[in-house]
């Protein structure tokens, strides 16, 4: 019962803070799109493809092997600060040595000094690393929430500047290291955590295998996500991969900050229950379902009302994006579930799991060449197959383990799903009925409108039962 007390109060705490800092993500990131070119952010896209992977191997899975471990003592910390220590030093000499290499694949030398300038980025980690898994594993949500939220605010004020100074991908790689420097001073605030580095391992070995594993797997995703980014960058044009790149972050950002949320939320809560299955799967499932009452509703509507979003907030400039947009927004909720399936079962000791769906994912990514024959739209349909088909690994592998079956948990999700799809075909009929007959702002309006009415009204007459069965969820 404390368990779920200080679950639901941190994750009410932790989502009203990210809600407003994702308020300030919306509005940097949309300030920024205006402000910079496709150009700009194609050659931020090349610099983090190969560098943004091996980011993810900083600390060779310490954090999360810290927040998982049943017991923790400080020779164990001692050990994992050296470790980190030792690796974040090792990937900043490594990328900044083979910059002109990753320079020399895209075919374009500017990604050289861009890359050397985000290796950096490893030496800020060295620092950053356990004071955040240990406010992670002490659950200090509230005060986590609040080093993000003021450093969310800070690097937008930053990046705009920036930006608006004309110093067009730098504002970008500056920003993106300077979060990493406010993060850390903020994690170390209120959860330091300063030992001396260790010179022995003994008993170090499960931590490591655990977080070893950890790391491939995050490494995995992230090349599973970063693979489109990587192909356009390689077989078509930078303002292409600029498209995509603006068009993913985009579609990521609905949910970026509150997504965020739920992962470290949950590795945290169900650490907690890796001897207890059974009440782990009820947590998941009740995660889930909660996650689709907002994910499905959301991400259709935004496909419902692209094309005037993109040309009214980020001019037409920008109107290439607006199809490969729509349909990333129906990929994105399947994504997202995919995700918190995922991190569900690192944080119950079972990482193996995850790597055999992000195995099998990986061998679906060449379904990218041939959706790229046909553009960036293309592209982005054959991510949005290869998602519905990483969703069904997921749902396969992970699901038993919390003694879960794909039948059931489908059907928590159908109630969302329905209203959604009817939401969506309702806006699409009544854009055809407005286009030429009022303004875009005001259609736009009209059709947020529409939507929220259209959901609920499908929610209350087709499912009334499961909906409010849900929204119990909160409370308990």
Aim: net charge positive.
């Amino acid at each position: 019962m404390e368990l779920s007390q200080n679950v639901i109060k941190g994750l009410k705490v932790g989502a009203m803070l990210r809600l407003v800092a994702q308020i300030f993500t919306w509005l940097n990131t949309l300030i920024l799109i205006r402000l910079l070119t496709p150009d700009d952010y194609g050659l931020m896209a090349m610099t983090m493809a190969f560098i943004g992977i091996f980011a993810l191997m900083g600390d060779f899975g310490i954090g999360k092997a810290i927040i998982q471990a049943e017991e923790l003592t400080t020779k164990r910390i001692r050990q994992a600060f050296t470790i980190n220590i030792v690796s974040c030093l090792v990937f900043f000499s490594i990328f900044f040595s083979i910059a002109p290499f990753i320079a020399s694949f895209f075919d374009e030398p500017r990604v050289t000094i861009l890359v050397q300038a985000v290796a950096c980025q490893h030496l800020i980690m060295m620092f950053h690393t356990l004071p955040y898994a240990m406010a992670s594993r002490r659950m200090l949500f509230k005060e986590r929430e609040k080093v993000q939220f003021y450093t969310t605010l800070m690097t937008s004020i930053v990046t705009i500047a920036m930006a608006a100074f004309g110093l067009g991908v730098w504002s970008l790689i500056l920003g993106h290291l300077f979060m990493r420097l406010a993060l850390t001073v903020g994690y170390n605030f209120i959860a330091p955590c300063w030992v001396r580095p260790a010179l022995s391992f003994e008993g170090f070995s499960k931590m490591a295998g655990f977080g070893g594993v950890a790391t491939i797997n995050d490494v995995m995703r992230f090349f599973v996500n970063i693979f489109g980014s990587i192909s356009i960058g390689r077989l078509l044009t930078k303002a292409e991969l600029g498209v995509f790149s603006v068009t993913i972050n985009l579609a990521n950002l609905p949910s970026e900050k509150i997504g965020e949320l739920l992962n470290h939320l949950g590795l945290s809560s169900f650490a907690k229950l890796q001897k207890e299955r059974a009440v782990a799967g009820q947590y998941l499932h009740k995660s889930v379902q909660l996650a689709s009452l907002v994910l499905f509703p959301m991400y259709l509507g935004i496909c419902a009302i692209s094309p005037e979003l993109i040309t009214l907030v980020l001019s037409d400039k920008w109107a290439a994006a607006i199809v490969p947009f729509q349909i990333l927004c129906l990929t994105s909720p399947f994504r997202m579930l995919s995700e918190m399936m995922a991190t569900g079962i690192t944080a119950i000791g079972e990482p193996g799991k995850n790597s055999q769906t992000l195995l099998l994912t990986i061998l679906t990514l060449p379904a990218f060449f041939v959706g790229i024959q046909y553009g960036v739209a293309g592209a982005c349909w054959a991510w949005f197959g290869i998602s519905l088909i990483s969703f069904a690994f997921h749902l396969k592998i992970i699901l038993p383990a919390f003694e879960l079956r794909p039948s059931s948990f489908l059907s928590a999700l159908l109630p969302s799903l329905c209203s959604s799809i009817i939401m969506l075909v309702g806006l699409l009929l009544l854009r055809d009925q407005l286009t030429d007959q009022v303004h875009e702002a005001a259609q736009m309006f009209l059709m947020i409108l529409a939507g929220v009415l259209l959901f609920c009204a499908s929610q209350l007459l087709l499912f009334r039962r499961q909906l409010f069965i849900t929204i119990k969820y909160l409370r308990h």
